[in-house]
């Protein structure tokens, strides 16, 4: 039988690049091991979009050969000087944050008429997106915090602003709608705070939030897995602080020390199977399809509200989505392979699709 061609694609523009370079690290490997089932091409892409084929999963490298993915018949990966080309059956994107995660790629993948790992376009741009996103989790029934949105070119009252964020009360967060990795995120705990938090956003971001602040919440997360009726949940997890004020990007990934996980989350288990539930309504009402991973906040008194959707959440062994799984007993290496799988069966259906009507 002959091996599946699969390329992982990983780095990107994006300020989570060295994140997707790591999860790729670790997806490269178990897919490798498996080398009678499949035929692992890394390519890594760099900070300008430029494309290459690696020998092995890892930041660019000076013999990394420039390739260039193109529509032709026989062939879909082809490198600049010609002495390379291959037929990929399935790309498998580990890529986090713009230009990666939100919808970009999956258009580009999909005008290569290619299967593809995750979700599609409108998903993967939604998800990407926390106002529409909140907005989605609302109409699931889903409980979300009050937020005040600010789009870059569009002047903004700061009076009536002020107003509102005294009325919720401090803490409040201003976050970039469209980032993940808590990158241009602040929490604001006065006025004077407030305008900096914002300009700061906004050079990551044409559009930011300002959100009603869950003082020292506890960060709570589920992972899905599947499609449509079909979505299986992991068991909730939990991302304690050790060190900051809140989660923020050196937290997660500079500090060592900064944060430590706990799975399963010590929490009651009737809240455990609504946060399940929830995450599970969120991503159907998405329309989302192959993998994701759902983020609450949960205040001290019990209750909790939908932060995030992550649609192609981190990857690594140490990231959560598989501990979250494997919490349940899940394999992560046959987690991997279901993906695939469901990335064909889902390019299938759109082949099978009329696009005349003749």
């Not at 192609?312 to 494997?326: D, N």
Request: overall charge negative; hydrophobic content about 40%.
């Amino acid at each position: 039988m002959s091996r599946l061609q699969v390329a992982v694609l990983y780095g990107g523009k994006s300020t989570e690049h060295e994140v997707s370079v790591h999860s790729a690290q670790t997806v490269c490997r178990l897919l490798s091991a498996q080398d009678k089932r499949y035929q692992i091409y890394p390519i890594f892409i760099d900070k300008q979009g430029y494309w290459f084929l690696q020998r092995t999963c890892n930041e660019q490298q000076p013999d990394d050969k420039p390739i260039s993915p193109i529509i032709a018949s026989d062939y879909n990966l082809r490198a600049l000087d010609g002495s390379w080309q291959a037929k990929i059956d399935v790309f498998f994107p580990v890529m986090h944050g713009t230009n990666c995660e939100d919808g970009t790629m999956q258009g580009f993948l999909e005008t290569l008429d290619a299967a593809y790992v995750g979700c599609g376009v409108l998903a993967s741009a939604m998800g990407m997106d926390k106002i529409v996103t909140k907005l989605i989790a609302q109409t699931a029934g889903v409980p979300v915090l009050p937020f005040y949105p600010i789009h870059q070119g569009r002047p903004y009252d700061e009076s009536q602003l002020n107003m509102w964020v005294q009325k919720q009360g401090f803490p409040v967060f201003v976050k970039p709608v469209r980032l993940g990795s808590s990158v241009g995120v602040r929490k604001v705990k006065t006025l004077q705070e407030l305008k900096p938090a914002i300009d700061f956003a906004l050079q990551f971001d044409t559009d930011v939030m300002v959100e009603k602040g869950v003082d020292h919440a506890r960060e709570i997360f589920c992972a899905l897995y599947g499609e449509g009726a079909q979505v299986k949940a992991s068991a909730c997890g939990e991302l304690r602080m050790l060190a900051g004020e809140f989660f923020d990007y050196n937290a997660k990934y500079i500090v060592e020390g900064g944060c430590e996980t706990n799975v399963p989350a010590d929490i009651p288990a009737d809240t455990a199977a609504r946060m399940r539930a929830d995450s599970v309504a969120v991503y159907r009402a998405l329309n989302g399809s192959g993998l994701a991973r759902v983020d609450f906040l949960m205040d001290k008194d019990g209750s909790f509200y939908f932060s995030e959707i992550n649609t192609l959440p981190g990857m690594s062994e140490t990231s959560l989505f598989p501990q979250l799984f494997e919490a349940c007993g899940e394999n992560y290496t046959q987690i991997l392979n279901g993906l695939i799988e469901h990335a064909q069966a889902v390019h299938a259906r759109k082949r099978a699709l009329l696009f005349s009507r003749g």
